[in-house]
């Protein structure tokens, strides 16, 4: 089974839906977890963790399968042309990576808008976009401009935020061992830019209440 071939299920314009493992890549994975679980001062043949190999390989192919995933197709697969030129805002978006250093997860929420430029996407492909990127080992600051550049690139559009807020739990866990320290970065492309006015705007939008 190729890489490609992972995850497939029933391609579905441009990509494919999460639905079963490569079972050699699990294997792989899941002999080399059960020596460490021995090198940790564990007994892996023990019932408890008898599984324990094989759920963690699963685990990890899951939340690292960002990479047989393109965004751009992604968006691609639902742009329509629109005379709308007003801010669209997603935000709220749920966000769940691993950290590359420690292989650990950060997790928070993404705040996205764009400005149209002739095209307008459908709302649920920008939740995506963040999924197929965050689905991958990451640093949070590379995430949001792979995030902005996404859409700015495949969309064309006069202008993209990103705001992106997490918890790390290599921050809270080990080392620092801050629990209550929240991490935010912004990426911006066109208007919001070089206009202080709508850049606020957004930013006033992603923190209003629509209570």
């Known amino acids: 089974m190729s890489n490609n071939d992972a995850f497939n299920d029933e391609p579905v314009s441009g990509y494919v839906k999460v639905d ?3 079972e050699e890549k699990i294997e792989a994975v899941a002999t080399h977890y059960k020596d460490i679980l021995g090198q940790l001062g564990e007994n892996p043949e023990r019932e408890g963790l008898l599984k324990t190999p094989e759920r963690v390989a699963k685990a ?3 939340l ?3 990479y047989d995933i393109k965004p751009d197709e992604i968006l691609k697969s639902a742009m329509f042309q629109e005379d709308y030129s007003q801010m669209v805002v997603v935000k709220d978006i749920e966000v769940y990576s691993m950290c590359e250093h420690h292989m650990l997860p950060f997790f928070g929420k993404a705040h996205i808008a764009y400005i149209p430029n002739g095209h307008i996407v459908g709302l649920s492909k920008i939740p ?3 999924d197929a990127f965050a ?3 990451q640093v949070q600051e590379r995430l949001t401009n792979e995030i902005r550049d ?3 690139n495949t969309l064309n559009p006069m202008g993209v935020a990103v705001v992106m807020e ?3 739990l290599c921050m809270s866990m080990r080392g620092v061992q801050k629990q209550n320290s929240v991490t935010t970065t912004s990426a911006f492309t066109g208007t ?3 206009n202080d006015k709508t850049r606020a705007e957004f930013l006033r939008l992603i923190t209003a209440s629509l209570d």
């Open 20 to 22: 079963r493992y490569n």
């Open 60 to 62: 990890l192919q899951y």
């Open 64 to 66: 690292t399968h960002g």
């Open 128 to 130: 995506r976009v963040v």
């Open 135 to 137: 689905r991958r080992l």
């Open 150 to 152: 996404c859409i700015q």
């Open 166 to 168: 997490c918890r790390h």
């Open 192 to 194: 919001f830019l070089s």
